[in-house]
């Protein structure tokens, strides 16, 4: 079956260790997205890429990076200059044209040790 | 800018009640608008979608959504409520830039 999946599902990171969160999708989507989701703050975009070895800073791109070198993958790096990392990390996908729907994987939990 | 509001940030209902969940908008062109449903732990699952045509829209699980554009609004209803609807629950639009923007998402407690 077609889908996203987000590794790992729970990650734990030591101060002043960068650690890369996993988004791969066989959907054949052009678009994919990061989003991080704190309590009561809905989702906020972080980056976003609509080709490959191309993507756009969302709303909070501060202490984050990504990369785009295949479709399938868009990993999101929380590097150590992100100092409120913990939270809810979600991956999601779509169709480039159509203005088709988003899919989400079913996401990462972060937290620092 | 676009935006969308929720107001209502928890909702309680008994088993069997209807529901409906508000949703405001703000888009100046003819907007693109989902609701999204998110149980605990999980990724977000969509509900139903609406680019054009009928205002009323059908979506999975016994949800349907109106959209009226004089008052920018997009509110999901149910007409009976069962335990498992108890979810976290988000109104979405996307502009031409394929850009998505989410409420802060409505949290649906059902008493049984």
């Known amino acids: 079956d077609g889908g996203i999946t987000q590794s790992p599902k729970y990650l734990f990171r030591k101060e002043g260790q960068n650690v890369t969160l996993s988004c791969e999708q066989n959907?054949?989507?052009?678009?994919m997205y990061w989003y991080r989701q704190d309590p009561g703050q809905g989702l906020r975009l972080i980056y976003y890429?609509?080709?490959?070895?191309?993507?756009q800073k969302g709303d909070i791109a501060e202490g984050y990076s990504v990369s785009r070198e295949k479709k399938e993958s868009f990993p999101l790096t929380v590097t150590s200059a992100q100092k409120n990392p913990t939270a809810f990390y979600l991956c999601a996908s779509r169709p480039q044209v159509g203005n088709q729907p988003q899919h989400f994987g079913d996401g990462t939990r972060l937290s620092i040790l | 800018a676009q935006s969308v509001t929720q107001p209502d940030i928890h909702i309680t209902v008994s088993e069997g009640a209807s529901l409906e969940l508000r949703c405001n908008y703000s888009?100046?062109?003819?907007?693109?608008l989902f609701w999204y449903v998110q149980s605990p732990g999980q990724g977000l699952q969509l509900l139903l979608k609406?680019?054009?045509?009928?205002?009323l829209v059908q979506g999975i699980k016994g949800f349907e959504a109106e959209f009226k554009r004089s008052q920018s609004s997009f509110n999901l209803r149910k007409p009976s409520v069962h335990w498992s609807d108890a979810a976290e629950y988000f109104c979405?639009?996307?502009?031409?830039?394929?850009?998505?923007?989410f409420g802060t998402g409505t949290s649906l407690t059902v008493i049984t």
């Open positions: 890429s609509q080709i490959v070895n191309d993507f």
């Open positions: 979405a639009v996307v502009n031409t830039g394929n850009q998505f923007y």
């Open positions: 888009y100046g062109a003819t907007p693109y």
């Open positions: 959907l054949n989507h052009d678009a």
């Open positions: 609406y680019f054009s045509g009928d205002t």
